[in-house]
């Protein structure tokens, strides 16, 4: 029999989930503060601590991190009704294995611990799995308490301090750079520097230049040797965005580097080795690229280590609301407008809206609806969005009926996590006409 390890403050809460978990079938102990949970969990017959955050003269954080001295294998799921970013983050980063909001979920609780229950299991049993996280926190990075953001808040907490190449998807507008610098300043490394190059707005010879950097007499106007980014971020993060817009050319290069940590500058012949862990962005499908041939499918393997996929906002409409706080705050201090008062009829056009441009087309609105207010009351008149009005309309036909086509079908099969079937029925279209059509566009599923 299991045992769990049940320490909150609350003696209510306590005995519900003692109750709860003796019918479930384990054998449940328990402790009203983290002093003495921490001497319990010491014990090699505790297979499980729930863990709440607020516990007195030694809080939950405290309590995990002595637990986590004393038995690093020992799962900890923290439970607390501070259900944000920040304390998520810090548990996982912890040490904590999952992390729960109050009220407690029961049925949650149940598919929670089995799951870890059974994690063990495997692990025991020699099969290969990977399911620890050890995330920082950076406070204002990112904002939102859905379970899609929840994931992503997990997937930085496990990758955050490791040098593993990460590559981050998401339509335009996710905040594919946020993420990137979460990454970072929640890392052991967010002292050193992260340095930031969109690929695309610069071309190719410029970017090499950008990136590697060049000796002096390189090339016309090369006045002077100039170090590249690789360099300037040495020990701390490079992120590359839109990463499908880059060159043949400077795809061998990055490979190169991503092989062997090392590159030249142009015009130079000295090899420069740089410790700098490299995460890439892109809205694109790679996979879809790599097989029309105009990505380098060996550079796309290497950039795939860990893959974090950014959820858009129609996905974590959850969110919203708490979005329009921020973002209202963020644009008074920045306005010094006060527009703080959202009216209902407001709040349901924002949460009607789809948000083709996510995150960023929110932020975007809403200044420009602060902007525009008279008074502190947000008014829907205020709020343009895009697709309501005719340019926004005109901007979209004007792409090739192919193109069109191709980025729409790419969305669906995204949305739908390659399943074909469902895809086919969303399109209004056969089976065997999406496999045309995949064929053709050269849309297949990524390799896992």
């Not at 926190?137 to 939102?144: A, K, L, T």
């Not at 030249?264 to 790599?290: C, F, P, Q, S």
């Amino acid at each position: 029999m299991k045992t769990i390890l049940i320490a909150d403050d609350d003696a209510a809460i306590r005995r519900t989930l003692e109750l709860h978990l003796c019918e479930e079938g384990y054998s449940v102990v328990t402790a009203a503060n983290g002093r003495v949970a921490v001497d319990i969990a010491a014990e090699s017959r505790i297979d499980l601590v729930l863990l709440d955050l607020r516990l007195g003269v030694m809080d939950g954080f405290e309590a995990l991190r002595l637990m986590k001295e004393h038995r690093a294998e020992l799962p900890v799921v923290m439970i607390t009704a501070y259900d944000d970013m920040q304390t998520a983050i810090e548990a996982i980063r912890l040490g904590a294995i999952d992390h729960l909001g109050k009220p407690v979920d029961l049925d949650l609780l149940d598919k929670v611990i089995t799951r870890i229950f059974q994690m063990s299991a495997l692990s025991k049993s020699g099969v290969a799995f990977c399911d620890s996280l050890d995330p920082p926190f950076e406070p204002n990075i990112m904002v939102g308490r859905s379970l899609a953001m929840k994931e992503v808040y997990k997937v930085i907490g496990a990758v955050a301090d490791s040098r593993a190449t990460v590559l981050i998807q998401g339509e335009s507008g996710t905040g594919k750079e946020m993420v990137a610098r979460a990454l970072h300043f929640n890392s052991s490394f967010r002292n050193r520097p992260f340095v930031a190059v969109a690929c695309s707005s610069l071309a190719p010879t410029v970017l090499e230049s950008e990136l590697f950097g060049h000796e002096k007499g390189a090339f016309t106007g090369a006045y002077r040797t100039k170090p590249g980014k690789f360099e300037l971020a040495q020990g701390g993060t490079l992120f590359l965005d839109e990463i499908s817009e880059v060159s043949q050319e400077i795809q061998v290069k990055l490979l190169r580097f991503l092989q062997e940590r090392e590159f030249e500058r142009v015009g130079g012949v000295e090899t420069i080795k740089a410790d700098v862990r490299v995460v890439a962005a892109t809205n694109k499908g790679l996979a879809g690229l790599v097989a029309a041939g105009e990505f380098r499918q060996d550079l796309y393997y290497r950039l795939n280590v860990v893959t974090l996929d950014l959820p858009p906002l129609r996905e974590r409409k959850d969110d919203i609301v708490l979005l329009v706080r921020f973002f209202l705050g963020k644009i008074r201090q920045e306005t010094g407008k006060n527009v703080d008062v959202v009216p209902q009829e407001t709040l349901d056009l924002i949460l009607s809206h789809s948000w083709p441009g996510n995150v960023r087309e929110l932020e975007n609105a809403l200044r420009r609806a602060v902007l525009l207010s008279r008074s502190n009351v947000l008014l829907p008149e205020y709020l343009h969005l895009w697709g309501g009005r005719e340019e926004g309309r005109l901007a979209l036909v004007m792409k090739p009926l192919h193109v069109v086509e191709r980025e729409h079908i790419e969305n669906v099969l995204m949305y739908t996590s390659y399943e074909k079937k469902k895809a086919a029925e969303i399109l209004g279209i056969s089976r065997p006409t999406l496999d045309r059509r995949l064929k053709e566009y050269g849309l297949e599923e990524p390799a896992t």
